[in-house]
């Protein structure tokens, strides 16, 4: 199984299809189409904060369903479920940018998007256990022996991370560093913590590399274990970055 794995796309379109050109990915049919059949994956947190949230969800809803990508959901994207859905959900976090952007589409472009999304999130899977389970894709990571299980305690560890429900000096979620006693077979790629550089730590790899804070859009290659970058054009924010915490 030959699949290349995206990090936290956050509405960074342009970044996304450039990526993928550098993966080797053509867009001849107006998607990305490998020329020896390789297959695309996504962590999750595809919208939020970046400037085009409403073109990715439309790409990587046609991606999922016309050429089997993996797509499995992050925070960012369940808070957008819910908002969709008519919960009452707080407009901050970036979400406010999204829900902007939507306002500004035609009531039938918008229900069309909010359609594709719903859909997209509501056939994923919490995580993915591919290539005979020597790989797992997780928003946020997850421990070896809750792979197989899908109760709520499993969905906010996959969503969240490892959280202590406490905040840092930044007013940041005080998260433990479960990779670091990461002791499975498996291989875990995720996201949801931005990282300078993919960070490797036992058979795990983070590879949101903050491309919406101005860093980089990163995937990985599988199973070569490739990284492959394209630099942000977003402003730089070194002050989301947890490299330091994670070291």
Not at 189 to 203: D, I, L, M, S
Request: contains cysteine; hydrophobic residues 35%.
């Amino acid at each position: 199984m030959q699949i290349d794995i995206i990090g936290d796309i956050h509405g960074c379109h342009d970044e996304w299809v450039s990526l993928t050109k550098k993966l080797g990915y053509s867009w001849e049919t107006g998607l990305p189409v490998h020329p020896v059949g390789r297959h695309l994956a996504f962590v999750g947190d595809l919208t939020d904060r970046g400037p085009d949230s409403v073109q990715v969800i439309r790409d990587v809803f046609r991606v999922v369903k016309d050429h089997h990508a993996f797509y499995v959901p992050g925070n960012h994207c369940n808070k957008l479920y819910r908002y969709l859905k008519g919960n009452n959900v707080k407009l901050i976090h970036g979400l406010e940018t999204t829900a902007a952007e939507l306002e500004r589409l035609s009531e039938k472009e918008r229900k069309i998007v909010t359609e594709q999304f719903l859909t997209l999130y509501e056939e994923a899977p919490l995580y993915h256990v591919l290539d005979h389970k020597r790989l797992v894709i997780a928003h946020a990571g997850i421990r070896e022996e809750d792979i197989g299980q899908f109760n709520k305690r499993v969905a906010v560890f996959v969503l969240y991370g490892d959280i202590t429900g406490e905040k840092n000096e930044k007013g940041l979620p005080v998260r433990k560093d479960w990779a670091r006693h990461y002791k499975g077979k498996p291989w875990i790629v995720y996201g949801h913590t931005p990282v300078h550089e993919a960070r490797f730590k036992n058979r795990t790899v983070n590879i949101d590399t903050g491309a919406v804070f101005g860093n980089k859009l990163t995937a990985l290659r599988y199973p070569e274990m490739e990284v492959v970058s394209v630099p942000s054009s977003m402003s730089y924010n070194p002050e989301k970055f947890r490299d330091n915490e994670l070291a």
